[in-house]
């Protein structure tokens, strides 16, 4: 028994939306003995923090703000759930990264909007763009907000609890037929950024679209991410995150691991399970069967990882 | 008075342009294509100069329609309209630049 009443006449407004909170929550992240750890979304990862010491970081993504389509009418509100959920934490993560698609249409109200809620968290957040925030004409919305210090696009590093953090942009200078798109000038920067560093710092990249190859057909790649990944081959410890496909998956390869996070706004479908990556609109009463929780155990040196996926009703 | 005429001329004009090329079908000269399931529907499309293609995204994203150097829509919000009138011969590679696997064809003779 899930304790929750499922009547024939299906899931309130009020279920849905603590679904949607659920599904779009945030990854906290750990650093134990200098390497990432991903301790789970946040309500799973509540026990682990209070007994977990050292650095923990939170990354949520794909916020959508101005998105209010059947599929998840009031996204603004479900990112308000999930900030609230942040501010619930019994510690408080070091900071927080976006993915990016802070927003729906790059509407200065919709970054408005974002910025009083996720401010709330009262966290550092260090963002990267998604397609959806470079939408207006001379895309100085993002710029202007979240682009101070950066180079090129918007694209940055910066060192926490031992870690090397690198936020990079892939949603720009798109080509017809291609995927996502990091370019020469800021390769070249990230080859730079990383020389000289000690290989046994470990490597945090983030950045919207998956810079490995989840399904082309649906873009889900970066054209040249293979070229970024080349850069940091020799690193002990590389962990890449990313958003845009909301919805959790995780690869290992050598000393890199990638992971998805969801969206705080909306699921798409699995690669090739429906005929496009839009928002997948499902009934109320389905909803609780589609989402759920995965928590991910990720040790260094362990080739495969734990992957503990709850749906909240079976 | 004055806009009267204008308007009159205007129409005259735009006559005398499409008359030698309107010996097929009448509604060939407005076509629609439409953007459903993140693709551009029909993917190609064959025409004659002087055609007016309207796009209508009909997805809960956005899309944009852009053809390098030829035309560039604004981004298009579910149940937003593009419309160009191709008036050279040619083929139009275009796609759209947020979603860049998305790709059409206009075919122009």
Redesign the interface.
């Known amino acids: 028994m899930s304790g929750h009443d499922h009547g024939d006449d299906g899931v309130n407004r009020r279920k849905v939306l603590e679904c949607m909170t659920w599904a779009g929550t945030g990854v906290l992240w750990t650093i134990t003995g200098g390497v990432p750890r991903s301790l789970g979304i946040i309500d799973s990862a509540k026990a682990a923090t209070a007994a977990t010491p050292g650095m923990t970081f939170l990354q949520i993504s794909d916020s959508h703000v101005g998105f209010d389509k059947p599929a998840n009418p009031n996204a603004l509100g479900t990112l308000e759930e999930a900030v609230n959920k942040i501010n619930a934490m019994p510690v408080k993560p070091s900071f927080m990264i976006h993915t990016g698609d802070i927003t729906h249409l790059s509407k200065a109200s919709e970054f408005d909007n974002a910025d009083r809620i996720i401010s709330q968290s009262k966290l550092d957040v260090h963002y990267v763009p998604g397609e959806h925030d470079f939408l207006d004409e001379e895309v100085k919305f993002y710029r202007e907000r979240y682009g101070r210090g950066t180079k090129g696009a918007g694209w940055y590093s910066f060192d926490a609890g031992g870690v090397h953090f690198v936020g990079l942009v892939n949603v720009v200078d798109l080509k017809g037929g291609g995927l996502g798109n990091l370019g020469a000038e800021q390769l070249a920067w990230l080859e730079d950024d990383l020389r000289g560093k000690s290989k046994s710092t470990p490597v945090v990249l983030f950045a919207h679209i998956p810079l490995w190859t989840v399904y082309p057909q649906w873009g889900w790649g970066t054209e040249d991410g293979g070229r970024a990944l080349e850069y940091v081959k020799g690193f002990g410890s590389v962990t890449v995150l990313n958003g845009h496909i909301h919805q959790v998956m995780q690869k290992v390869e050598g000393n890199v691991t990638f992971h998805t996070a969801r969206s705080t706004a909306f699921p798409q479908p699995a690669p090739g399970a429906a005929a496009s990556p839009g928002p997948m609109k499902v009934e109320d009463a389905k909803l609780r069967s589609m989402l759920g929780v995965a928590s991910i155990n990720f040790k260094q040196n362990e080739q495969r990882l734990a992957i503990i996926d709850t749906p909240l009703q079976g | 008075m004055k806009r009267l005429n204008r308007r009159d001329f205007g129409v005259a004009v735009a006559a005398a342009i499409l008359l030698p090329v309107t010996t097929a079908r009448a509604d060939d000269t407005n076509l629609e294509i439409h953007i459903?399931?993140?693709?551009f529907q029909p993917a190609e499309l064959s025409i004659k100069v002087g055609t007016t293609v309207t796009w209508t995204n009909r997805?809960?994203?956005?899309h944009t329609v852009?053809s390098?150097g030829k035309f560039r829509s604004?981004?298009l919000?579910?149940d937003d309209k593009f419309t160009f009138t191709f008036t050279n011969a040619g083929d139009y590679?275009?796609?759209c630049?947020?979603?860049?696997?998305?790709?059409g064809m206009i075919k122009v003779e």
Request: glycine share 0%; proline share 8%; no cysteine.
């Open positions: 459903d399931n993140f693709t997805d809960d994203i956005p852009v390098a604004k981004t919000d579910t590679k275009y796609f630049s947020l979603h860049p696997h998305m790709t």
